[in-house]
């Protein structure tokens, strides 16, 4: 396997979730030999504790929801339709099971070499895997990230994100503290499958870098939903009382009790134990790995990409990057990097809230006057039908005399899946009177950002 250079494989991946896994089946097309070291199972965060069972429960959730909306047309609905939990559980791992199975034989097809180690770095181009050590000139960090806990006591007593999918059942009573995506994704998925969910922000509204407009909807209809949030709420210790957990705030009151208590406060990238400083690699201030636009680390020939890096830390981000790392350095497409504006997301919540492009708060503070912006809020048909009080809201964000969009935002029923087109779109450079020029699918939601005057 060496060659001259006394260098064992071509390329060394550290970190075997979606980032890594993507850099090495991109490498192997090229004909380079590949080491992927992954000690847990491949997928990463995504496949594990994140995307795959985070969308397995909302789905969950979603049909619970529509099994409601059904008995208010008129089906024959059994009384009883709550989810059990562990029946679910077994055709989750299923699934998820099946995901890691096609990893494994992909890599072996595409002839990457999986060690089932942690790997650490020993220098610039060597890393140790348990007793072995392997050499490549060129090495790919993408161990990902990990979710943290406050500093206040008795935080021990809490969970995390990733405890979410171990549960068995659904707690009857249950606490978030946070108010990113975490928070908004899991209060949906629990409230409406029976559980009172509580959400505890530090900020005066949930999900503060995305569009106000759609988070203040999103937050009107988790209160119709039976959702508790309490904004701008500063924790100061958690107590157990009895079988429960009670929240103390900063004035001393209590909240509770809870059957369970999630932090979602954020994540923090793996970063410790592997060797950077011996291999020259700085991190950020925030502790994730320094890079430049086209992953470089300060150490020449070892690269960085996903949530190490802490650049937008979405799963396809990290794939994107990761391949067009991989066809600069083996490809031979010098320019080929990763363009990190106008990249599109969605917040799984219920229902779904995503965007792409600037918010309107952003599009005033660089554009200022020349903003010019478009809402519609609505009921969906099926809401509608069923006269639930739930509502949507799309918006385009639009700038100058052309009436360039350069934000495209929304909250309600399919906006996950209407999103994505739109986010061509507004990539290459569409104008309102574009949208405006296509004729509009009758009846849906989507229409709504064709027919916005």
Not at 52 to 65: E, G, H, I, Q, T
Not at 198 to 206: D, N, W
Not at 404 to 416: L, M, P, Q, S
Request: with cysteine.
């Amino acid at each position: 396997m060496n060659d001259p250079g006394g260098f064992d494989y071509d390329l060394i991946i550290l970190g075997g979730g979606s980032g890594g896994l993507a850099g090495a089946f991109r490498a192997a097309e090229h004909g380079a030999r590949v080491a992927l070291l992954e000690p847990g199972e491949l997928g990463g965060t995504c496949v594990n504790a994140g995307c795959v069972p985070k969308k397995a429960m909302w789905l969950a959730a979603d049909l619970a929801a529509r099994i409601d909306i059904a008995a208010r047309l008129g089906f024959d609905v059994p009384e009883s339709t709550t989810l059990d939990w562990r029946e679910f559980i077994v055709d989750r791992q299923r699934y998820i099971s099946n995901i890691h199975e096609s990893y494994r034989k992909r890599l072996d097809e595409a002839g990457v070499t999986l060690v089932p180690q942690r790997g650490v770095l020993l220098d610039a181009h060597t890393v140790r895997a348990g007793g072995t050590r392997l050499r490549a000139p060129h090495i790919l960090l993408a161990t990902g990230s990990h979710p943290v806990r406050p500093d206040v006591p008795g935080a021990e007593l809490g969970g995390v994100s990733d405890d979410f999918f171990n549960w068995c059942e659904a707690p009857a009573r249950v606490a978030l503290l946070g108010g990113g995506y975490i928070s908004a994704e899991l209060a949906g998925v629990l409230q409406v499958l029976g559980t009172r969910a509580e959400i505890f922000a530090r900020s005066g509204r949930l999900l503060q870098q995305m569009d106000s407009d759609v988070v203040n909807q999103l937050q009107d209809n988790y209160r119709h939903l039976g959702v508790g949030l309490h904004l701008e709420y500063n924790v100061r210790e958690v107590q157990r009382d009895g079988d429960g957990l009670v929240l103390v705030d900063s004035a001393g009151e209590k909240t509770g009790p809870f059957d369970q208590l999630v932090f979602a406060i954020g994540r923090r990238a793996n970063t410790a134990g592997i060797g950077l400083e011996e291999a020259g690699v700085q991190l950020a201030d925030d502790g994730a790995i320094r890079v430049d636009g086209y992953q470089n680390t300060t150490a020449e020939g070892v690269y960085a990409v996903g949530d190490v890096t802490g650049q937008l830390t979405l799963t396809p981000v990290a794939i994107a990057a990761a391949r067009r790392l991989m066809d600069r350095v083996f490809g031979g497409k010098a320019g080929s990097r990763l363009d990190y504006d106008n990249v599109p997301f969605v917040v799984f919540s219920h229902p779904p809230l995503g965007g792409i492009g600037l918010t309107e708060e952003q599009a005033r503070k660089q554009h200022g006057d020349a903003v010019k912006v478009y809402r519609s809020t609505f009921r969906p048909m099926l809401h509608a039908l069923a006269d639930t009080p739930l509502r949507s809201l799309f918006k385009l964000v639009c700038v100058g005399p052309d009436q360039r969009v350069v934000g495209i935002h929304a909250f309600g029923e399919a906006a996950d899946e209407i999103l994505q087109g739109f986010a061509v779109a507004l990539k290459r450079g569409i104008t309102l009177d574009d949208l405006h020029d296509t004729v509009a699918i009758h009846p849906t939601s989507a229409e709504e950002f064709v027919l916005m005057r």
